[in-house]
Antibody, heavy 120, light 107 residues
């Protein structure tokens, strides 16, 4: 069974940092691109970042302006999101999602999400 | 970035109704359009990819169509479990984007 489990969320002060993790199981992690998608309370889905299977290709939403860094460790079947200079508007549930490897590359499996709250 | 616009933003319907949700892209995205369903407190679930292909386990009452800039998601006969928020998403660009969502409510 494919599983993605996020962790690392919590309460952080504005300007602070946080590192999210996503642990994958039930599939060959190193074969798949993975994305981070976030959802602010009561709002829609916002794509954050993506990383290819070998980390050769990395993309970020323009709105992040270099504050976030995505990475992965295929030996540990894990994905990470380092978030720096956090702002109140970064408050959201953060999901990791696997990219289905063919067709139009949809996000076929999602984790349950981890909540990040940025507040003083 | 490619902008995705869904309409309507919200919709009230009854069990058994046929409903259609529209998604428009700001430029042509071929068939790189996917649909998701999200229920309260849950992660989104992939329904349809490549504009019209079913994800495994999705009931046949769901269907998708379109290409280029205009796409639709149709539910042929609403069931109680279909009341949720629906999102379209383009994967044509490396910078993927979602529509703002359509909330489907019980009338």
């Amino acid at each position: 069974e494919v599983q993605l489990v996020e962790s690392g969320g919590g309460l952080v002060k504005p300007g602070g940092s946080l590192r999210l993790s996503c642990a994958a199981s039930g599939f060959i992690f190193s074969d798949y691109n993975i994305n981070w998608v976030r959802q602010a309370p009561g709002k829609g889905l916002e794509w954050v970042s993506s990383i290819s299977s070998t980390s050769a290709h990395i993309y970020y939403a323009d709105s992040l302006k270099g504050r976030f860094t995505i990475s992965r460790d295929n030996a540990k079947n894990s994905l990470y999101l380092q978030m720096n200079s956090l702002r109140a508007e970064d408050t959201a549930v953060y999901y990791c999602a696997r990219v289905y490897g063919s067709g139009t590359y949809p996000l076929d499996y999602w984790g349950q999400g981890t909540l990040v709250t940025v507040s003083s | 970035d490619i902008q995705m616009t869904q309409s309507p933003s919200s919709l009230s319907a009854s069990v058994g109704d046929r409903v259609t949700i529209t998604c428009r892209a700001s430029q042509s995205i071929s068939s790189y359009l996917n649909w998701y369903q999200q229920k309260p407190g849950k992660a989104p679930k992939l329904l349809i990819y490549s504009a019209s292909s079913f994800q495994g386990g999705v009931p046949s009452r769901f269907s998708g169509s379109g290409s280029g800039t205009d796409f639709t998601l149709t539910i042929s006969s609403l069931q109680p479990e279909d009341f949720a928020i629906y999102y379209c998403q383009q994967s044509y660009s490396n910078l993927i984007t979602f529509g703002q969502g359509t909330r489907l409510e019980i009338k």
